[in-house]
């Protein structure tokens, strides 16, 4: 790898879903060419789990989660749990469980989204893997779930993925030990509480992803977000803290190769 391009880590990207059934390859060209060296592909229910295998099959540089996202409860069943542990204990590209978490801004059950929840935090704790953490519109709950797992000794690390809270919420997860993930949101001019966030987090505790196919940094917004587009969000956070683009790209590598085990 050349010293001139900074080396950037994708720490969460869905190339998985059809939008990119036709250009996979051309994709990948591109992130290559944008200093990608590594990607972590999220999970959202376990029936993903043979494609995302694929992916990760034909793109080195891949690792991915297994979990089941909030807003799909329903593909939650009695065998879950030991699916996705199996899924984690047979592939070593597994470093992660997630996504997982709670998004009260989309849907109001939060006893059925707490039911899938906890169950994933436990095989995270048990399975000593880091997990992913989708939080919207409930920082309150999430902060609860894991504060009352810390004073019990079994509290997972993880990351706090695709970030939309404001600086006093992001202490409180920080304090609690996790990281905090910047995604194409941070580049939106009205995104006064995530600049504040990204100027603020510690320097050893921040990455950065893409989310793709959602939320396109400027300037693509409204396109379909693809890998290559992390670029934009280390740029955007570069700015906001006054340093160089290489020391962002540097430090969010550095991170994310420490949280989860990548290349
Ligand atoms: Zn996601």
Known sequence: MSDQISSIIDSHCHIVFSNFEDDREKVADRWRAAGVTALLHACVEPSEIPAIKSIADQFEEM????????????HWKPETKSVLEKAALDDRRVVAIGELGLDLFKAKNLSDQLSILLPQLN?????????????????????????????????????????????????????????????????????????????????????????????????????????????????????????????????????????????
């Open 63 to 74: 690792r991915y989660s297994v979990g089941v996202h909030p807003l799909d409860v329903h």
């Open 123 to 263: 095989l995270a704790f048990e399975l000593n893997l880091p997990v992913i953490v989708h939080c919207r519109d409930a920082a309150k709950e999430m902060l609860e779930v894991f504060s009352k797992l810390s004073r019990d000794g079994c509290c997972p690390r993880g990351v706090m993925h695709c970030w939309s809270g404001n600086a006093k919420q992001m202490r409180a997860f920080l304090d609690l030990g996790f990281y905090i993930s910047f995604s194409g949101n941070v580049t939106f001019k009205n995104a006064i509480d995530i600049h504040e966030c990204a100027t603020e987090v510690p320097s050893t505790r921040f990455l950065v992803e893409t989310d793709s196919p959602f939320l396109s940094p400027v300037p693509h917004r409204g396109k379909r977000n693809e890998p290559s587009f992390v670029k934009h969000v280390v740029e955007k956070i570069s700015e906001l803290r006054g340093e160089s683009f290489s020391e962002i790209a540097e430090k969010s590598t550095q991170n994310a190769r420490e949280l989860f085990a990548l290349p």
